[in-house]
Structures are given as structure tokens and as C-alpha cells.
């Protein structure tokens, strides 16, 4: 008899176990990523035109959770948020130019930030007062997924800086396009770079880079170079003195070959 009154607790623990090991729903699957804390850098010193280190939003399922994700396969336009963080875009998690002479820059959340994968994109982004083109050149590491950071100057041709936050929609562009980039590509060498150790950057493209590979010019073999999340591509044994022929490949499907590329031709200043 008592092995009988044990039966509904038995039923009752096992159905309890069958619902906690079962499929999240798709209302769980919609929820933000949590941020990751150990990705602070400079950004998170400066702060908001709300006056906090943080962005409400909630996630948008037209990103993608990988770095080789194209650009060309993202719906658009996206819904988000905007806010500023000043006009300083020196620094910035992209190792990029800070755009001091036109000030059209943003930094792009952190819950999506892919391994630097969108450094060097560029963006449209409409608010409720106008339309600005910016690039990607920063990671908001405590940024919503969707959210954009905004130079003070541009977040003011879109909404009165007072706002702090504002509701946009915003889709990738052609830096081209955009008059934001000139379309002619340069590689820019890591500083310490040598024969043993060497990381590269390409600038000056129409979209931002997916992957690069390099080959000695004597060679007929490439190499696919590691993405470092500080946006350089690097080559922990290096690749000899070159000269080299580097092949670059861009996220809307197009690519790039640039020959002769001399050891060190132009290193970035740390």
C-alpha cells in the first residue's frame, strides 16, 4: 500500500523533469543577449546622452550569431535605438581612423559584435528628425543587440541631442555610395609585424571585410588569416618578407586581390 501512495509524487517529478529539460519556446529565443562584461574598452568610459552606460532594446532576429554572416544576407531596414557618446572616435575597438574631419561614426552593440566582423561598415540611420550615413569604427559594449552609439554630431542630424535616446531604422550601405570611403584599398601592417608574427588590416573598401588570405609572391599557396577581435588579420608564425599578394574578400560577396605588398609598407601607430 505504501508503494501505491508513492505513485503520484513519482508522476509529479517526473513530468517536472520532462518540462525543465524541454525546448525553450520561441518567446525565450527572442530575448537579448546577455552583454559580455569582459569586453569593456575605452567605450564604456565615455557616457550617453542619457546620461547612463546602457540602451533598452530587444533583440533582432534578422542578425546573425555568426561572423560569417554576409551583410548581403541581413533584412532591412532594422529597428533599434540610437544614442551619443561624444565626438572622440580616436581609439575605437575597430583600430580604425576616428573620422575626426567628418565626425559620421558609430559603434555597433556588443551583443552582436561577432568577433569585429562589422568594423568598417557603414550605415544609414533614420530618426525622427532626419538621416545620417555613419561607419562602424567602435564596439558599445554594453549596447543592446540592434542599438547604435552615435557621435554627438551625428545623433544631432537625426534628433535634438537633449533626447539622449531615440527610435531608428538603419540598414548597411556601400561606403562608396556613401561618399564615407574612396573604394581604393590599402593594407595597413600591425606594428611589430615581421617575418615570424604579422597581422594585417585592409582599409578603404566599399563593405567590410570577411576574410582575408596571403600568399609570398613566389608562391602559388594561400594562407587564410586568423580574425583577431581587435579587426586585424594575423598569421601567428608569420609568412616569411614578402613581398606578398593578399586576397580579400568582402561580406557582400565581392573580393580583391592587391600584389606586391611590401613587408611593413604601412604600419598603424599605436
Given at each position: 500500500?505504501?508503494?501505491?501512495?508513492?505513485l503520484?509524487?513519482?508522476?509529479?517529478?517526473?513530468s517536472s523533469?520532462?518540462r525543465?529539460?524541454?525546448?525553450?519556446?520561441?518567446s525565450?529565443l527572442?530575448?537579448?543577449?546577455?552583454f559580455?562584461s569582459k569586453?569593456?574598452?575605452a567605450?564604456?568610459s565615455?557616457r550617453?546622452?542619457?546620461g547612463s552606460?546602457s540602451?533598452?532594446?530587444?533583440?533582432?532576429?534578422?542578425?546573425?550569431?555568426?561572423?560569417?554572416?554576409k551583410?548581403?544576407?541581413?533584412s532591412?531596414p532594422l529597428?533599434?535605438?540610437?544614442?551619443?557618446y561624444?565626438?572622440d572616435?580616436?581609439?575605437g575597438?575597430c583600430s580604425?581612423?576616428?573620422?575626426?574631419?567628418?565626425l559620421k561614426?558609430?559603434a555597433?552593440?556588443?551583443?552582436?559584435?561577432?568577433?569585429?566582423?562589422?568594423?568598417?561598415?557603414?550605415?544609414?540611420?533614420t530618426?525622427?528628425?532626419g538621416?545620417?550615413?555613419?561607419?562602424i569604427i567602435?564596439?558599445?559594449?554594453?549596447?543592446?543587440?540592434?542599438?547604435?552609439d552615435?557621435?554627438t554630431?551625428?545623433?544631432?542630424k537625426i534628433?535634438p541631442?537633449?533626447?539622449?535616446?531615440v527610435?531608428?531604422?538603419?540598414?548597411?550601405i556601400s561606403?562608396?555610395s556613401?561618399?564615407l570611403?574612396?573604394?581604393?584599398?590599402?593594407?595597413v601592417?600591425?606594428s611589430?609585424?615581421s617575418?615570424?608574427w604579422?597581422a594585417?588590416?585592409?582599409?578603404?573598401?566599399a563593405f567590410?571585410?570577411?576574410?582575408i588570405?596571403?600568399?609570398?609572391a613566389t608562391s602559388a599557396?594561400y594562407?587564410n588569416?586568423k580574425?583577431?577581435?581587435y579587426n586585424y588579420?594575423s598569421?601567428t608564425?608569420?609568412?616569411?618578407n614578402?613581398?606578398f599578394?593578399?586576397?580579400?574578400r568582402?561580406?557582400n560577396?565581392?573580393?580583391?586581390?592587391?600584389?606586391n605588398?611590401?613587408?611593413?609598407s604601412?604600419?598603424?601607430?599605436d
Amino acid at each position: 500500500m505504501r508503494f501505491f501512495t508513492l505513485l503520484p509524487l513519482l508522476s509529479f517529478f517526473l513530468s517536472s523533469s520532462l518540462r525543465a529539460g524541454a525546448s525553450p519556446s520561441s518567446s525565450d529565443l527572442n530575448t537579448p543577449s546577455n552583454f559580455n562584461s569582459k569586453r569593456a574598452s575605452a567605450h564604456l568610459s565615455r557616457r550617453h546622452g542619457d546620461g547612463s552606460l546602457s540602451s533598452p532594446h530587444t533583440g533582432l532576429s534578422a542578425f546573425s550569431r555568426r561572423a560569417t554572416a554576409k551583410i548581403s544576407t541581413y533584412s532591412g531596414p532594422l529597428k533599434g535605438q540610437a544614442t551619443w557618446y561624444g565626438n572622440d572616435g580616436s581609439g575605437g575597438a575597430c583600430s580604425l581612423p576616428g573620422r575626426s574631419s567628418d565626425l559620421k561614426f558609430a559603434a555597433f552593440s556588443g551583443a552582436k559584435w561577432d568577433n569585429s566582423a562589422n568594423c568598417g561598415a557603414c550605415v544609414r540611420v533614420t530618426g525622427p528628425n532626419g538621416v545620417i550615413d555613419v561607419q562602424i569604427i567602435d564596439e558599445c559594449p554594453e549596447c543592446a543587440a540592434g542599438s547604435l552609439d552615435l557621435s554627438t554630431s551625428a545623433f544631432s542630424k537625426i534628433a535634438p541631442i537633449s533626447r539622449g535616446v531615440v527610435p531608428i531604422t538603419w540598414e548597411f550601405i556601400s561606403c562608396v555610395s556613401a561618399g564615407l570611403e574612396k573604394g581604393s584599398v590599402s593594407v595597413v601592417w600591425k606594428s611589430g609585424s615581421s617575418a615570424y608574427w604579422m597581422a594585417i588590416q585592409v582599409r578603404g573598401a566599399a563593405f567590410p571585410v570577411q576574410s582575408i588570405a596571403i600568399r609570398a609572391a613566389t608562391s602559388a599557396t594561400y594562407t587564410n588569416l586568423k580574425r583577431e577581435d581587435y579587426n586585424y588579420f594575423s598569421a601567428t608564425s608569420g609568412m616569411g618578407n614578402g613581398p606578398f599578394v593578399v586576397l580579400v574578400r568582402y561580406q557582400n560577396g565581392s573580393k580583391t586581390i592587391i600584389k606586391n605588398v611590401k613587408l611593413n609598407s604601412i604600419v598603424e601607430d599605436d
